[in-house]
T-cell receptor, first 114, second 115 residues
Framework: GAGVSQSPSNKVTEKGKDVELRCDPISGHTALYWYRQSLGQGLEFLIYFQGNSAPDKSGLPSDRFSAERTGGSVSTLTIQRTQQEDSAVYLC????????????FGQGTRLTVV | AQKVTQAQTEISVVEKEDVTLDCVYETRDTTYYLFWYKQPPSGELVFLIRRNSFDEQNEISGRYSWNFQKSTSSFNFTITASQVVDSAVYFCALSPRGGSEKLVFGKGTKLTVNP
């Protein structure tokens, strides 16, 4: 696609439920990133993929958070047993890869846990 | 460890004023990249500029200019003759070279340009 696409754009879920957030990167981009933007917390790095592997998952806040990437393309971020503090905008970005080039961001998924 | 500080939380100016957004960074890497992103009310982060640590030349792009000074670890952003459409949150970010290529963001500066 022309840009990074994320779905859904908005998600409201009940506390304790699992959610899956999807990211479609720009075609040909081998690097993919997930960030979280919470009110007052700025943008926090969650995980980085190069191809299908995740050399850096240091930002995942707990073992309730996991992510995978298949076919070097689509990525899914899964949050299990959601808590209210998980409410945030989850942003995905992609770039051409190592040797750093600019990262292009999607419009984000706004997650609200009630 | 890497850190980016944007001391200005919010700035409000009147249209046509010049405004400078400050960014100070910390890193022990000798090679790194600095970025500015704009986040308008629509929410999507828009890339503005990338600068590597070996290039201290200032850059100008239309009404935008950037001043990179390694001596003070600063990468400031100036908007000349601001316009209402410049209203957004602006983020400065640092990318450490080697290992992961994640971006370390500052907390952002919310700029409001009033007509």
């Amino acid at each position: 696609g022309a840009g990074v696409s994320q779905s859904p754009s908005n998600k409201v879920t009940e506390k304790g439920k699992d959610v899956e957030l999807r990211c479609d990167p720009i075609s040909g981009h081998t690097a993919l990133y997930w960030y979280r933007q919470s009110l007052g917390q700025g943008l926090e790095f969650l995980i980085y993929f190069q191809g299908n592997s995740a050399p850096d998952k240091s930002g995942l806040p707990s073992d309730r958070f996991s992510a995978e990437r298949t076919g070097g393309s689509v990525s899914t971020l899964t949050i299990q047993r959601t808590q209210q503090e998980d409410s945030a905008v989850y942003l995905c970005a992609s770039s051409l890869g190592q040797g750093y080039t600019e990262a292009f961001f999607g419009q984000g998924t706004r997650l609200t846990v009630v | 460890a890497q850190k980016v500080t944007q001391a200005q939380t919010e700035i409000s100016v009147v249209e046509k004023e010049d405004v400078t957004l400050d960014c100070v960074y910390e890193t022990r890497d000798t090679t790194y990249y600095l970025f500015w992103y704009k986040q308008p009310p629509s929410g999507e982060l828009v890339f503005l500029i990338r600068r590597n640590s070996f290039d201290e030349q200032n850059e100008i792009s239309g009404r935008y200019s950037w001043n990179f000074q390694k001596s003070t670890s600063s990468f400031n952003f100036t908007i000349t003759a601001s316009q209402v459409v410049d209203s957004a949150v602006y983020f400065c970010a640092l990318s450490p070279r080697g290992g992961s290529e994640k971006l370390v963001f500052g907390k952002g500066t919310k700029l409001t340009v009033n007509p």
